[in-house]
Nanobody, 121 residues
Framework: QVQLVESGGGLVQAGGSLGLSCAASGRTYDMGWFRQAPGKEREFVAAISRSGGTTYYVDSVKGRFTISRDNAKNTVYLQMNSLKSEDTAVYYC?????????????????WGQGTQVTVSS
């Protein structure tokens, strides 16, 4: 069983930055970050391969967000810069096995509890 624990959310003004962390137990997985705003479906944000050599982003965060990982610490990070009010959501990290596609929540086997990110305008 994999446990994922997110941290680093909070309140920030538009244009500011926040960094999220996701500490994982167990073996190394492909990892993703998703977010869910009130009344909306869970949305793919970014993903990273097991080695860290491949990353993916939704278009709306390209150039502003960076996903990275430290496998020695079994931790995945999401650095968020130039934040906008529309980035406000609960952010979740998730671990994916060998099946499915990186952008679909259904492909992920394990989920963290989520951390709130609020961007004030």
């Amino acid at each position: 069983q994999v446990q994922l624990v997110e941290s680093g959310g909070g309140l920030v003004q538009a244009g500011g930055s926040l960094g999220l962390s996701c500490a994982a137990s167990g073996r190394t997985y492909d990892m993703g970050w998703f977010r869910q705003a009130p009344g909306k479906e869970r949305e793919f944000v970014a993903a990273i391969s097991r080695s860290g050599g491949t990353t993916y982003y939704v278009d709306s965060v390209k150039g502003r967000f960076t996903i990275s990982r430290d496998n020695a610490k079994n931790t995945v990070y999401l650095q968020m810069n130039s934040l906008k009010s529309e980035d406000t959501a609960v952010y979740y990290c998730a671990a994916r096995g060998y099946s499915g596609v990186y952008y679909s929540p259904e492909s992920y086997d394990y989920w963290g509890q989520g951390t709130q990110v609020t961007v004030s305008s």
